[in-house]
């Protein structure tokens, strides 16, 4: 027998073709470049106009895209949305693809959060509602300390009041050492991961923790060594706590400080918790939960900020509207009907807690069809072998739209050659919303796959009417809205493809980073038709 030759690889890496994707272009948000005492900032801009303000800072190693953008589009945070205006901040030289900045100084944290308060100058914010992460978290407190008058109330994750321990600024050290050079280590990524994360995120969730990893090669290595520095050049913020109710030598406005379970920060937000008058401050510690907990448990932390929300002066936000099961009918559900046939082959693999098909079965919305029973109309189905379009409107109007309503983990058992017809047709690239496998590309749920190709095939009012049976239905017209437009403005199925193609093309052009998961990251949910 041949003797084998033991080899080493090296440089292996994993590809999930089914990433999430962040996508600027389906989001609802204005970026403007401002320059603050010769500082250039990038602002991106999301919420209501002429709204009382939020402004929000991220940590190192992210900038306000990888740190905000998909919470604050996350279904629960529509209320905010609709009453508050956000400001996300990226701090200088720290947006994806940026230029080196000149020169080789960086503003100080005390320094920052002066510019902070001149950027609500300049934007004509009297005052404002922070939102901070890490060394966005202490910049923010800064600003409290030391203009109280123009912080109206804090959220922060990860805070720290304290300057930099030893073994931090042994690890900073190396890992900037790498950066200055304009190289991003292995050393440094690691770093990153653990200081965002934590060791049991980077554990158990190896796509969130790929996501980030990806994106960290979007930063400008030097300029994040600059930020670093900074950061790690900080000074304590002189808080001292005297007896409940006096707030003279601490600060004043309403405090919530949140921490993931495994974060790697839990002790820097307890002594800055010990700082903080016991009557304004609030300790959050989220269960299994690392330090990102705005992308690992969105529901948790969107829950408890509209609750403060609402505690200190903003009763006007709906708690009970957003935070109430996403599958929960709602009491105008049955108010109009859908006119067009809708069916589905139910295998019995969901939860029926989250099976958007089962809720719109209980609604009289879709037909359940048995295993083996033809359908007439389209259906959506891996047996297809071409996309749904807008030439298919006849057929729908006719016979209607079916869908397989089975498990993502199951398809290779799943028998779709016992559910079939003459019309099998497959959807385009579209991004889930439905809070199981939100941002995930094509990962869509039952009523998700049923209202696309409603819209497609011109159906926009019966889309409408099926995605508002669901708390969460309008996230995914307005995450695809771009997408389902120019399909349906299409001829045919060839059309759509190409339409199709030229997107994704576009979109492996601009080098996008992920988007974040939504409050589960278990495949094992609903399968739809595509």
């Not at 994993?14 to 403007?32: C, G, H, K, P, W």
């Not at 790498?178 to 969730?205: C, M, P, R």
């Not at 505690?311 to 935070?323: A, V």
């Not at 379009?389 to 058992?413: H, N």
Request: charged residues 20%; proline residues 4%; negative net charge.
């Amino acid at each position: 027998m041949e003797k084998l030759t033991e080899v080493e690889l090296e440089s292996i890496k994993l590809v999930d073709e089914d990433a999430r994707t962040f996508e600027r272009s389906l989001l609802n948000i204005e970026e403007i470049d401002l320059t603050i005492s010769g500082w250039d900032f990038k602002v991106g801009i999301q919420g209501a106009k002429d709204k009382p303000a939020i402004i929000t800072l991220h940590d190192i190693g992210l900038n306000y895209v990888s740190c905000y953008q998909t919470f604050f589009c996350y279904h629960l945070m529509e209320p905010v949305l609709r009453n508050f205006s956000i400001y996300h901040i990226t701090l200088p030289g720290q947006q994806e693809n940026a230029s080196t900045l000149e020169g080789t100084d960086y503003p100080s944290m005390h320094e920052l959060g002066n510019l902070i308060i001149k950027f609500c100058d300049q934007m004509c914010i009297k005052d404002f509602i922070g939102f901070g992460m890490g060394a966005g978290a202490n910049i923010l407190i800064r600003c409290a300390n030391s203009h109280p008058k123009r912080v109206d109330q804090l959220i922060l994750i990860n805070p720290t009041v304290s300057k930099v321990g030893w073994v931090e600024w042994w690890y900073q050290r190396w890992s900037i050492k790498y950066l200055s050079q304009n190289f991003l280590s292995v050393y440094s990524e690691d770093y990153f991961l653990w200081h965002l994360f934590g060791y049991k995120t980077i554990a158990d969730k190896t796509d969130l923790i790929t996501a980030y990893r990806q994106s960290l090669h979007n930063l400008n290595p030097v300029n994040l060594a600059r930020l670093c520095q900074t950061f790690v050049n900080r000074t304590d913020i002189r808080l001292i706590r005297k007896e409940a109710g006096d707030s003279s030598e601490t600060l004043s406005c309403p405090v919530m400080i949140v921490v993931g379970n495994y974060s790697s920060h839990i002790d820097d937000s307890v002594n800055f918790n010990s700082k903080l008058d016991p009557l304004t401050s609030t300790w959050f510690k989220v269960s299994d939960c690392g330090g990102m907990v705005q992308e690992e448990c969105p529901d948790k932390l969107a829950e408890a900020f509209i609750l403060m929300l609402k505690g200190n002066g903003y009763p006007f936000i709906d708690l009970l509207e957003m935070s109430s099961d996403s599958d929960s009918e709602s009491s105008d559900d049955n108010s109009e009907s859908i006119s067009l046939r809708l069916a589905m082959w139910d295998l019995g693999h969901c939860d029926p807690k989250k099976c958007t098909g089962r809720k719109l079965h209980r609604l009289k919305c879709v037909s359940i069809l048995r295993l083996g029973q033809r359908f007439a109309g389209i259906i959506l189905s891996p047996l297809g072998t071409q996309s749904v379009a807008p030439d298919d409107k006849a057929i729908v109007e006719q016979y209607g739209v079916a869908v397989v309503d089975c498990s993502w983990a199951k398809l290779d058992v799943t028998p779709f050659k016992k559910m079939t017809g003459p019309h099998c047709r497959m959807l385009p690239y579209l991004v889930a919303a439905n809070p199981i496998n939100y941002g995930k590309p094509c990962k869509l749920s039952c009523v998700e796959a049923l209202a696309a190709t409603l819209h497609i095939t011109g159906f926009h009012s019966q889309s409408t009417l099926l995605l508002s049976k669901f708390k969460w239905g309008k996230s995914f017209a307005t995450l695809n809205e771009d997408l389902l437009n120019q399909y349906s403005s299409c001829s045919n199925s060839s059309e759509v493809v190409k339409a199709q193609t030229a997107y994704l093309n576009q979109s492996v052009e601009k080098d996008k980073p992920d988007f974040p998961p939504s409050d589960s990251d278990d495949d094992d949910d609903e399968y739809s038709s595509d």
